[in-house]
């Protein structure tokens, strides 16, 4: 029966002749490879931020051409109060319209310019204090929300 043989520490382990070796080896290897595997790893570093930018963007419910205007911690509020913002676009074209439709999304347009405002002053407030502002915009918005689609009948 064979034995195995048995290695000490020093076989095992990293050794100052194999980082030696390791060493040299890099040097010859990597400049030939670099040149070759570069252009890929541009590529690749591309497609990975590509995909998450669609992603953020599905997230937040908004074209990836406009994930720039979305950002910071209340980038959710934002895309909302602008999908909120068509809604109310769309509610004063529509051709069911009242007066007090109009009356309606002139004073709600306000509200979210003032909300837009709160989203955007609380990103420099401390966490709790941002996540209270970020609370009561979104109940606001809510609100808003719902006599929207009130209004449209949904």
């Known amino acids: 029966m064979a034995r195995k043989k048995t290695r000490t520490p020093a076989e095992t382990g990293l050794t100052p002749k194999?980082?030696?070796?390791?060493?040299?080896?890099?040097?010859?290897?990597?400049?030939?490879?670099?040149p070759a595997l570069a252009p890929?790893?541009?590529?690749a570093a591309s497609?990975?931020?590509?995909?998450?930018?669609?992603?953020?963007?599905?997230?937040?419910?908004?074209?990836?051409?406009?994930l720039s205007e979305?950002?910071?911690?209340?980038a959710h509020l934002l895309?909302?109060?602008?999908g909120?913002?068509?809604?109310?676009?769309?509610?004063?074209?529509s051709e069911r319209a009242t007066d007090d439709d109009a009356r309606f999304a002139k004073d709600a347009r306000a509200t979210l310019e003032q909300l837009t405002a709160a989203v955007r002053a609380?990103?420099?407030m401390p966490a709790s204090r941002r996540r209270a502002a970020h609370h009561a915009v979104s109940a606001e918005l809510e609100?808003?929300?719902?006599?929207?689609?009130?209004?449209?009948?949904v």
Not at 40 to 43: E, F, H, N, T
Not at 47 to 62: E, F, M
Not at 79 to 82: E, V
Not at 84 to 93: C, I, P, Q
């Open 122 to 124: 609380a990103e420099r």
């Open 70 to 74: 979305f950002t910071g911690r209340g």
């Open 47 to 66: 497609a990975v931020r590509d995909a998450y930018d669609h992603y953020q963007a599905r997230r937040l419910g908004v074209p990836v051409d406009q």
């Open 18 to 34: 194999k980082a030696r070796n390791a060493v040299a080896v890099a040097k010859i290897v990597v400049p030939a490879v670099a």
């Open 84 to 93: 909120t913002s068509e809604a109310l676009t769309e509610l004063r074209g």
């Open 40 to 43: 890929l790893a541009v590529k």
């Open 79 to 82: 895309a909302r109060i602008a």
């Open 143 to 153: 609100r808003i929300e719902g006599q929207v689609l009130q209004r449209l009948g």
